[in-house]
C-alpha cells in the first residue's frame, strides 16, 4: 500500500470477499451518498461526538477492498461525519515501513494518512499482526496479546478526546486491544460482520468446503488453515511500502515486478544450478501452460444429450484430487446444531483453542456487541457473550435506500414478473464472487441438472468478477446461461426499476451473517432462492408462513446441495412457486430493512446508550478509601 497515494488511485492488494464488491459498487458509490441524493430525513445532530472507527481496510476504497465489511463501516462513518460528529478512523495490519524510510522504523507507531468524506483517516504502521486475516493465520500468540500496539492506540483516544470507540474489524490489532481502550474508560461499540473473534479462517468453513460445526478446541484449525510466515511476511511488506514511499507507486511496482521476475532464476544460480526458466520445456511438467489441459479439458471434447435426463455430457467435469466432492453438503440443522450444544468449542487444545477464548473474551469486555444479523448474534450468544450485552442491528446503506426507491417508481411495481403462461423465459440472477463461500459452484452444478425443458422456460445470469476459462466453458455448452463480470450500483439500480430478472439466486455455502446481496434483492422487491445457512433466514418468509403475506418474499433450500437448488428452480418453472410483484415482496420484507440514515441514527442512539451507562457506573462507583453513602442523605 503506498504511503502518499491519492485518494482515487486503486490498490492491487489482497481483498477478502475475493473482490466481491470489487468492481461491485467500486466508483460508484463515491457518488450514491447522502449528500448527493440520499434518503430523506437526514439531520444535524444537536450533540456532536467524538467517534472513533477501528478497521483494516481503506475507507477510499469502500468495497472494492474488505467487500462488504468495508462498504459498511465507511459509510457508517461518512454517515456520522454528515451527522456532524467527528470521526477519527484508524487502520491496522496493512502499513508497514523499513529503517530506509525516514522517519518510519520498526517499532509500531500511528500517523496521518489522509482525509476522506469528512472522516480523518489514521495508520496504524509496522503492527505485528498483518491484515487480512488470511496472512495472519500462524500467529495466533501475536494475535491474542500485542500490549504495545494497544498501549499505542489508547494513547491515541487520549489525544483526540474520543467518546466512543466503534470497533469494525480487530484484524491487524492483537484482541486485548478492547479490554485495554475499556481500561482507560472509553466505551466500545464492537459490530460483527463474520466470526473472526472466534475464527481465525473468518467464515466457520472448514477448508472453505463445509462448515465447521466443531473445531475441536483447536485441533482442527492445524490442517484448516495455510501456514504463513508473518515475520518474512511483515518484511515483504516493509520493503514494498518503502519502495512505493520514496520512489512513488509506478517506479516501485516496475522495481517490483522486476525484482519477482528475476527472484527464481537469482535463487537457482544461488545454489549452484541452471535456472528452470533457461531449460528446454518440452517434454517437462512446466510445458503445461493450462493446468486444466492436463486433466484432459479438451475444448473439442464431443458432447452428447442423456435421453434418459435430458443432460449434457461436455466433458468438463471438476476434477478434485483429495477428496471425492468440492463442497461437503451442508446438515439441514447446521443452523441449530451451531446454536446448540458449544460447551466443546472452549476446550482448549492449542494456540488456536486458546485464540477463540481470547476472542471470547475480547467480546466480553466491550461495553455493547452488535450484529447485522440476528443469528449471527445468537451464535457468538452461544460461544459465551452474554445476551444482554447484544444487540442486532439492521444494515443501511445509502444504494440500499436508491435501489429501494427505484423499484418503486417502476411502472411494473405491483404486477406480479412471471407466470407459467408468460411467453418469455423466467430469468434467474446471481450476483456475488468466485469464492467458495458463495456456493456459485453449486448453481454451476445444479443447471445440468435442470431437464431440457426447464432450461428452455428459463434464463440464468451470472454476475461475478474473476471467472476462469474452464468455469465459463463449462457454462457457455449452455445458450439459457449468460455469463457477466462483476455488477455496479448502477446496474443493479436499473435492473430493479426495468425489472430485468424477476428471482436472486443466493447459493451460499457458509454460515452467512447478512449478505448485501439478500438485502440488495429485497429493496429492490425481487424473490430469491437462499440456503438455509446463516443469517439469511432472519429475513426469509417462505409461501405459507404469514397469513397476511401468503406468496412470502423467497424460499430456502439445503446449502451446498445442487439437486435442491435444481429441483427448486423447476418448481418456479413449472408454477409451483408463484413469484410475487416487487410491492408484495416490499410488504413482507419492511419490517427486516433499515435505511441509510434510519441506520446512522440507530447507531448514534447505541453510541449514547453505553457512554451514558458508563457514566453511570463511573458515578456509582465508590472513591477509593471512601466510605459507602446513602445517596439520598448525601442529597443526591
Known sequence: MTNNR?????????????????????????????????????????????????????????????????????????????????????????????????????????????????????????????????????????????????????????????????????????????????????????????????????????KEREVCLDYEGGKRCEDCLPRQDAARLRRARAIGDTLEYTLGFYRADVVRKAFYGLKPSLKSLLKGRISAKFRPRHGTPEAIADPELSRGFDIGTERADDPQTGLIDHGLKLEVAEEPQDYALAPE????????????????????????????????AASLVTAPSDYLRRVHVAMGVPAERTRWVRLGQPHFDQIHRAAKRSPFYGERPWTPASRRPLRFCFMGTTRPNKGLEVLARAIPLLSREVRERCHISIHAAGLDWAFRKRLSLYPQVSVFGAYDLYQLISKAA??????????????????????????????????????????IVEPGRSAEHPLGNGVLFRGGDEGALARLIERCVRGGVVIPSAQEVHAVSLSGLQSYPGHVAEVEGLYREVMGAERGAAAAKPEPGAASQDPLAAGV
Not at 55 to 80: K, V
Not at 175 to 187: E, F, Q
Not at 338 to 356: D, P, T
Open 498 to 539: 426495468t425489472g430485468e430478472y424477476d428471482v436472486g439466486i443466493l447459493p451460499h455455502i457458509w454460515l452467512e451473517n447478512s449478505p448485501l446481496v439478500l438485502l440488495e434483492n429485497l429493496h429492490a422487491g425481487r424473490f430469491v432462492l437462499c440456503s438455509r445457512l446463516g443469517g439469511p433466514v432472519d429475513w
Open 333 to 364: 440443522d447446521a443452523n441449530e446444531r451451531m446454536l446448540g450444544g458449544v460447551s466443546r468449542h472452549l476446550v482448549v487444545l492449542n494456540n488456536y483453542g486458546r485464540r477463540r477464548r481470547a476472542g471470547v473474551e475480547a467480546l466480553n
Open 6 to 206: 491519492p485518494e482515487n488511485e486503486g490498490r492491487t492488494g489482497p481483498s477478502r470477499g475475493g473482490g466481491e464488491r470489487a468492481q461491485a459498487l467500486g466508483n460508484g458509490m463515491v457518488q450514491a451518498r447522502a449528500g448527493s441524493g440520499g434518503a430523506p430525513g437526514w439531520r444535524k445532530s444537536d450533540r456532536p461526538l467524538r467517534v472513533a472507527i477501528i478497521g483494516w481496510a481503506w475507507l477510499a476504497l469502500q468495497g472494492r477492498e474488505g467487500s462488504g465489511y468495508n462498504l459498511n463501516c465507511s459509510e457508517l462513518a461518512r454517515g456520522l461525519a454528515l451527522s456532524g460528529h467527528e470521526v477519527v478512523y484508524l487502520q491496522s495490519g496493512m502499513t508497514f515501513g523499513a529503517a530506509l524510510t525516514p522517519g518510519i522504523v520498526g517499532a509500531p507507531r500511528i500517523r496521518h494518512r489522509e482525509d476522506w468524506g469528512g472522516v480523518r483517516c489514521f495508520d496504524l504502521v509496522n503492527s505485528p499482526n498483518l491484515s487480512p486475516a488470511f496472512w495472519n493465520f500462524s500467529n495466533m500468540e501475536r494475535e491474542m496479546r500485542d500490549e504495545r500496539s494497544a498501549a499505542l492506540v489508547v494513547r491515541f483516544l487520549r489525544e483526540h478526546r474520543i467518546d466512543v470507540v466503534h470497533v469494525h474489524s480487530q484484524e491487524g490489532y492483537g484482541l486485548d486491544l478492547i479490554g485495554a481502550i475499556r481500561g482507560a474508560g472509553i466505551p466500545v461499540v464492537v459490530t460483527l460482520h463474520n466470526y473472526w473473534f472466534v475464527c481465525p479462517q473468518v467464515d466457520l468453513l472448514y
